[in-house]
């Protein structure tokens, strides 16, 4: 009843399942911090022949995974008075290691895309003072560059999409917008 799983993502013959448990929490505690959850990644080489779960303690939910070649990208977000609104991690598929590709304090990530190249495409919003689920502005980063999207794309939540020549940004509000991959 607590577990919730968020997306899943093929490329290939490999595809990720993933999501969280959220765990109770006290009753007592009022404080509104971040208490850690479970990660939970389930990931196939073989087109869903065999599956291999794994789980780990992490603040913050996943909330997206995306896999392309030999990459795949992990989307984190946090509630809460957490210091970073969220995090994207690359994963080097043959090899496992893993690494921070974007955080800002100022930015919400709502989506991550993987371009032919390998880089990581990032469409976030702007937080303000106070995180709230209302529609912000949005923002493009590929490879930890900012890109020009229409000043107009705001959302509370929006999703990324790659097809190895174009990349669409589609918002809560209704927009979408048709870039081509740099």
Known sequence: ?????????????????SGYHFPKRPAH???GRQ???????IQTNDGGETW??????????LAQTRVGGRTAALV???????EWPSEVYRI???????????????????SAAILPKGEIAVVARRE???RTEYARPLELWVGGEPKGIDERMTASSCYLAADGVTLWLASDAGM????AIP
């Open 128 to 130: 303000g003072k106070e």
């Open 176 to 179: 979408v917008e048709r870039l």
């Open 35 to 41: 208490w850690p959850q479970m990660g939970i990644l």
């Open 52 to 61: 291999k779960p794994t789980s780990s303690a992490v603040f913050g939910r």
């Open 76 to 82: 984190l977000q946090f509630d809460f008075e957490f």
């Open 29 to 31: 505690d009022s404080t």
């Open 1 to 17: 009843e607590r577990t919730s799983f968020t997306w899943i993502e093929f490329s290939g013959r490999t595809g990720f399942i």
């Open 92 to 110: 080097d598929l043959p090899t496992g290691k893993t690494v921070r590709e974007y955080r800002e304090t100022s930015r919400r990530v709502c």
